[in-house]
């Protein structure tokens, strides 16, 4: 293989060339034989990746809803695309097939591309199916539907036509996207860099780098029961889940925990998500020396660790026997997979950052329903049927019942989550919601209990909640011992400094986190949501 400076010579060339048409592109008043964007990805990966990689980011591999082609009079769908500037939809039904609910076809008209050279891609959807096209032509193109699924796909199709999806960065943008989410779930030290640099790109996280020892020394004998646990994982699996996590609730851990104290004053962690024997995420209660010893030699994930002690006042409210109850009544029931997505969406427009919408949720449903039909149950089927009031509806099911009731996709999934729905697994409960329901059973919400969920909590509600210790001669000894930034809260592993935002700051009140948007970069919820 070529040395690296010998490639980029071959091409330099070409690259100043490139940036000539480029800068010409902009000042001509006609159209470019070509634009630099379009062809960068067919040149050799050390020379086009650099420049792909300062131009779009990871929201590009998300399509943006551009509308529904429908079959009603005098119904065009019109939009601008990335490529073609110029673009109408229509459906029109036919029975081509000869089969009991007919089929049809999407007419799609692209004109007026920016350059000879780029291609828009399209995804194409209704509760029943996802399919996709790319176009390079300024040409009427069609999609064929040969024969509707059902008379529920006929008649939601009818009511509310084919969806259109576009890929808003057009190639080059969604390679470049693929290039930024694929090292964010390897073990890898480029993992580790990109989930860091994910972050302070699309939150503003600053990654600032404590002075060593990174692992603090710790006297259990200061945690007491109750005391709350963040954790944040930057690389692998979990690293790349909860980065994404973060992108779209503005949390900034993406796992917790708590601590308990048996009648011989043990000190246990309970959690949610702890994988067992069997590979499974489960709910567990481990002893704290188990648990802290894996954290410090097992986990690959490179997690960063902080202790939030419960203020004094609050502490004193701590039913350490009912939140042991609760604890073991959730010990080994499965990770709360089924409200997951529920604690972050709370809002028909309000959770998604661009161009995610809850139209791309359904679609991405859709595909993934048909790829995994028992995951997709276990993720989302049963959770839509409770805030429904049905039973056993497949997703195209509830999405057609939505429809007939005049409502929509966005509002159903906003449906607050209710901590007493039970599950065919039992009672769901994620890492954050298994920690606020035992504070729940513990007493520390006092007479709001009753109209509190914790199923809408992120991790961002839990941390912020003011329930933790405000007197930093009160932490203990320990404590951020060695950094020169003292926290107000007990840092005790982790080589950059964790930030809480918002942390210890919000009085709990009836119904709260319920209807709270989350959009970034800064996060802002409205007053009482």
Known sequence: MKPLSKIIKTHHVLLI????FAISAKVQAFKAPFRAKDILPLLPRQVSWPIMKTLNNAADL??????AATAENNSILQWKGACFYNNTAWLEFHNNSGTEFGGGTLHIQVSKAHSWTCMDI?????PFRVTWDYYILSREHTIEFKEWESEAELEYVKNRGVSVFLMQAGMLGTLQALWEVFPLFTNTGWGENSNIAFLKKHMGASFEERPQPWVTNITADQIHSGDFIALSKIRGRWGGFETLEKWVTGAYAGHTAACLRDDKGNLWVAESGHENEEGEDVIAILPWDEWWEF?????DSNPHIALLPLHPDIRAKFNETAAWEYAKSMEGKPYGYHNLIFSWIDTIDGN???PLDAHLVASVMTVWTQMQ?????NMWNEALNKRLGTQNFSLSQVLVEVEKRGSSFGALLAAPEQDNWVYADGKSASCVVFVFEMYKEAGLFGKLASSIQASEFTIKDAYSLKFFENNASRLPVWCNDGDTVKLPFCQIKGKYRMELPGYNTMDPYPRMNERCPSLPPKYSRTAGC
């Open 62 to 67: 998300m399509p943006s809803f551009v509308g």
């Open 352 to 354: 998604y950052p661009e």
């Open 122 to 126: 399209y995804v194409f959807a209704t």
């Open 17 to 20: 060339f490139l940036a000539i």
């Open 295 to 299: 954290e410090l030699t097992k986990d």
């Open 373 to 377: 039909p028992a995951y997709a149950g």
